[in-house]
């Protein structure tokens, strides 16, 4: 079954202390993605890459680190979390289209819901 | 600045009804425009892409508007299964510069009651 695995979905971690999540998708696809949801505020992009050792910021980076060493795996590291990072993180895979945009659907994960003490 | 804004509803509306949502754009570089439906504390899914022409699927519409910079998305024959929230998501391509990167609306929370 094509899908994308975010592990673990649920987190309780102490400010300071560092973490991982973990995401990775079965459909070779080259373009992924992190986004974290707030109320009000909508999904917002962390990183992305577009392909493996190919990162870059999306809107909102600051605390956040990403590494792409596999086509499959994107995982999101928080160095040194803080209570401003509690939020609803979503990993997401794409093929590109031919225009060089993303023309085709994204596939998200069930999401991991972070909460920093 | 990069900015996709959305009613922001809620629209809440009787079963069998015509709704429509509109979202604008302000980066004229933009390439790609997509709704995706969210259920409650689910993740996103990717309702349908939309074209230049316009694009229908069964009681769907969407429709883009480059000229004056933005996208609509019409339901027809609403039913109890189509609430949700409904996001307008824009990605800039090649053109733009930053071609992973994209940009998603708030949201329009959709509640069709029988």
């Known amino acids: 079954e094509a899908q994308v695995t975010q592990n673990p979905r649920y987190l309780i971690t102490v400010t300071g202390k560092k973490l991982t999540v973990t995401c990775s998708q079965n459909m070779n696809h080259e373009y992924m993605s992190w986004y974290r949801q707030d109320p009000g505020l909508g999904l917002r992009q962390i990183y992305y890459?577009?392909?493996?050792?190919?990162?870059d910021k999306g809107d909102v980076p600051e605390g956040y680190k990403v590494s792409r060493k596999e086509k499959r795996n994107f995982p999101l590291i928080l160095e040194s979390p803080s209570p401003n990072q509690t939020s609803l993180y979503f990993c997401?895979?794409?093929?590109?289209?031919?225009?060089?945009?993303?023309?085709?659907?994204?596939?998200f994960g069930p999401g991991t819901r972070l909460t920093v003490l | 600045r990069k900015e996709v804004e959305q009613d922001p509803g809620p629209f809440n509306v009787p079963e069998g009804a015509t709704v429509a949502f509109n979202c604008t754009y302000s980066n004229s570089a933009s390439q790609s425009f997509f709704w995706y439906r969210q259920d409650c504390r689910k993740e996103p899914k990717l309702l349908m892409s939309?074209?230049?022409s316009g694009n229908e699927d069964g009681r769907f519409t969407a429709q883009l508007n480059r000229a004056s910079q933005y996208i609509s998305l019409l339901i027809r024959d609403s039913k109890l299964s189509d609430s949700a929230t409904y996001l307008c998501?824009?990605?800039?391509?090649?053109?733009?510069?930053?071609?992973?990167?994209?940009?998603f609306g708030k949201g329009t929370k959709l509640s069709v009651k029988p």
């Open positions: 939309v074209y230049s």
């Open positions: 997401a895979s794409s093929l590109f289209g031919l225009a060089g945009g993303l023309s085709d659907t994204q596939y």
């Open positions: 998501v824009v990605n800039m391509g090649i053109y733009g510069g930053s071609q992973g990167n994209l940009i």
């Open positions: 890459s577009m392909n493996v050792e190919v990162t």
